[in-house]
Every structure is written in C-alpha cells, then in structure tokens.
C-alpha cells in the first residue's frame, strides 16, 4: 500500500491560455488619426500606458470593416 498523503503532486508552471492571452493584450487609448492610403485606411493609434514615442500606425483594407 502507497502512502499518497505523503507525495507531492507536480506543479505545472507554466501559464494558462487565458493568462498568457492577457499578457499579449493591448488597450487603444485614442485613435491620433485617420488617412487612406490607397485602399487602406491607416489608422495613428495611442497605447494605453504607452509615450507617444510608442504611437503606431495600424493598417485595415476597407473590406476588413
């Protein structure tokens, strides 16, 4: 007979899907600006947190809306 009070169960570490979803997620704090390039409209997006040095530019083709 096995004593099982006495062994410990292994830990599993690493993140869950749904933590390392969250760590990968971003908020929009404004939408800067707006111009078509082309097709596409770019968008000049501020990061929540973020500097304006980290300001991006988002591209969307107008089927994507």
Do not use: C, H
């Not at 869950?16 to 078509?36: G, L, P, T, Y």
């Not at 390039?37 to 530019?57: C, E, H, M, P």
Request: charged share 40%; aromatic share 6%.
């Amino acid at each position: 007979m096995v004593n099982t009070s006495s062994k410990k169960r292994a830990r599993d570490n690493s993140p869950s899907s749904e933590e390392s979803e969250s760590e990968n997620e971003f908020q929009v704090e404004a939408i800067i600006d707006k111009r078509m390039k082309g097709k596409k409209i770019q968008y000049l997006l501020k990061w929540k947190g973020y500097s304006d040095a980290d300001n991006t530019v988002s591209l969307r083709e107008k089927r994507d809306l």
